[in-house]
C-alpha cells in the first residue's frame, strides 16, 4: 500500500532527536527552530519525559473514560495551577482540531445557537467545525461550507458588534496569536473590548492557544498579555511535547453533562503522563522566564539584518518578515545549513517555533547562518 499523498515532503529523515537537534540516518544534526509545526516544548527526547513516558507505559498505558483516572486529576490541578487558571474545568481529547471541535461544540449547547464569527487568516484545524472556522477555502469541503461561520478582520469591534447584534452567534473564536496565518494578533484594546462585547451579549469567547499557548509567548497563554478571561481555551501542540493530546479549559458557567463530550483515547495514562512531564519540566527550568529572555536578545538582533523587514510574534512564537518569498531561503537552510525553520501563509513570512530551552548560542547560530544564506543569495543576484 502507498502513502496518501497530501505532505509536500522535505527529503530528510529524521531518525533520533534530542534537545533542540534532529538526526538523520547519516547522523547530521539539523537545528530545530520549528519543533515540527510548534510541537516541541520542553526539548526532543528530554529525560523527565522519557521517563516518566516509559514509567507509565510499563504500568498502564490505556484504558477508557469509564474508570477513574487519578492521573486526569493530577494533570487538571497542575494545568490550572501553572496556566492561572484554576477556576476552569478541562476535558482531555487527542488534537488541536478535536479541542476546537468540543470547544464550538459547547458553545452552541450553551447558547443554542449555531453561527461562529472567525477572523481572516484564522487557522483552527482541518475538521468539521473547527476547518469551517478556518479562513481557508482550499480545505474547506462543501460538507465544512454548510457551517454558518463569518469572518471579519482582526481589531475591527464595530464590525463583530454589527454581527452579533444579529441574534444567532454562538461563538468568537480566535487565535492568541494567529500561527499558520502569519503572527498578526488582536491588539489589547481588541481583546478586552471582544469579553466585554461577548459577555453582555452572552456569546462564547473561545481562544485557541494550541499554538500560543503553553509557555511560547512568554506567558502560559498568550491571551495573559492583555489581562483577558476567555469563556474556553483550546490548547494541544506543546501539552505533550510530540505525545498527542489536547484540552479544552471549560469556565464555570457551563454545566457539565453526562455524555455531552466524549473521546476513547483522550486522556489515557500515557497521555497524562507526558503531559504531566511537560509541566514539571517547564515549571523546573523556568522556561517561560527563558523565553522572555532569549526572545528578547534575538529580537534585538534580528532587527540588525537588513533583509529583515519586520518581526511579528512574541516569545519564542516569532515571524520574520523580508520582501521577497521565503520558500527558497528555507529551503538553503535547511539543505545546506541544517537548520529548520517554518513558512506560514503569508509567503514572505519565516516562522520561528524553536524548543522553549533552546539556548541564546543556538539562536545565534541560525542568525549567523541566516545572514549568510542571505549574503550568498544578494551576491548570487548582483552577478546575474
Ligand atoms: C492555532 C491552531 N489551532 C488548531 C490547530 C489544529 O491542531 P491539530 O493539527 O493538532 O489538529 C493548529 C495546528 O496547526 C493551530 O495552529
Known amino acids: 500500500m502507498n502513502l496518501f499523498d497530501v505532505y509536500p515532503i522535505y527529503n530528510i529523515t529524521p531518525v533520533k532527536a534530542g534537545g533542540c537537534y534532529v538526526y538523520d540516518e547519516k547522523n547530521t544534526a539539523y537545528l530545530d527552530l520549528y519543533g515540527g509545526h510548534g510541537v516541541i516544548s520542553i526539548g526532543h527526547t528530554h529525560e523527565t519525559y522519557v ?7 510499563s504500568k498502564i498505558a490505556f484504558y477508557s473514560n469509564s474508570i477513574l483516572n487519578p492521573l486526569q486529576e493530577a494533570l487538571a490541578e497542575k494545568l490550572g495551577k501553572i496556566s492561572g ?3 476552569y474545568r478541562l476535558f482531555l481529547c487527542n488534537s488541536g482540531a478535536e479541542a476546537n471541535e468540543n470547544a464550538l461544540k459547547m458553545a452552541s449547547f450553551h447558547t443554542g445557537r449555531k ?3 472567525a477572523f481572516d487568516n484564522a487557522f483552527h484545524g482541518r475538521t468539521s467545525a473547527a476547518v469551517a472556522v478556518t479562513d481557508n477555502p482550499a480545505i474547506n469541503a462543501a460538507l465544512n461550507r454548510q457551517q454558518a461561520t463569518t ?7 464595530g464590525l463583530v458588534e454589527n454581527e452579533i447584534k444579529k441574534g444567532d452567534v454562538c461563538a468568537v473564536i480566535i487565535e492568541g496569536i494567529q500561527g499558520v496565518g502569519g503572527l498578526d494578533e488582536g491588539t489589547t484594546e481588541f481583546f478586552r473590548a471582544l469579553e466585554t462585547l461577548c459577555k453582555k451579549e452572552q456569546v462564547v469567547l473561545i481562544l485557541d492557544e494550541i499554538q500560543s499557548g503553553y509557555g511560547r509567548s512568554g506567558k502560559f497563554f498568550a491571551f495573559q498579555h492583555h489581562g483577558i478571561s476567555p469563556d474556553i481555551i483550546t490548547t494541544a501542540k506543546g501539552m505533550g511535547n510530540g505525545f498527542p493530546v489536547g484540552g479544552v479549559l471549560i469556565s464555570d458557567q457551563f454545566t457539565a453533562k453526562h455524555g455531552m463530550l466524549g473521546t476513547t483515547f483522550g486522556g489515557n495514562h500515557l497521555a497524562c503522563a507526558a503531559a504531566l512531564s511537560v509541566i514539571e519540566v517547564i515549571e523546573k527550568e523556568n522556561l517561560m522566564d527563558h523565553v522572555k529572555m532569549v526572545s528578547a536578545r534575538f529580537i534585538e538582533k534580528a532587527r540588525e539584518i537588513p533583509q529583515v523587514k519586520r518581526i511579528k510574534g512574541r516569545g519564542l512564537m516569532l515571524g520574520m518578515e523580508f520582501d521577497f518569498e521565503v520558500a527558497a531561503l528555507r529551503k538553503e537552510l535547511i539543505y545546506e545549513k541544517h537548520i529548520f525553520t517554518g513558512a506560514a501563509s503569508n509567503k514572505k513570512l519565516l516562522r520561528i517555533l524553536p524548543p522553549l530551552n533552546i539556548s541564546s548560542a543556538q539562536l545565534d547560530y541560525f542568525l549567523d547562518s541566516l545572514k549568510q544564506v542571505l549574503e550568498s543569495a544578494d551576491k548570487k543576484v548582483q552577478h546575474v
Open 51 to 57: 521517563k516518566a513516558i516509559n514509567g507509565q507505559l
Open 85 to 87: 487558571c484554576e477556576n
Open 115 to 117: 453561527r461562529v464569527i
Open 151 to 157: 469572518f471579519l478582520p482582526l481589531n475591527e469591534i
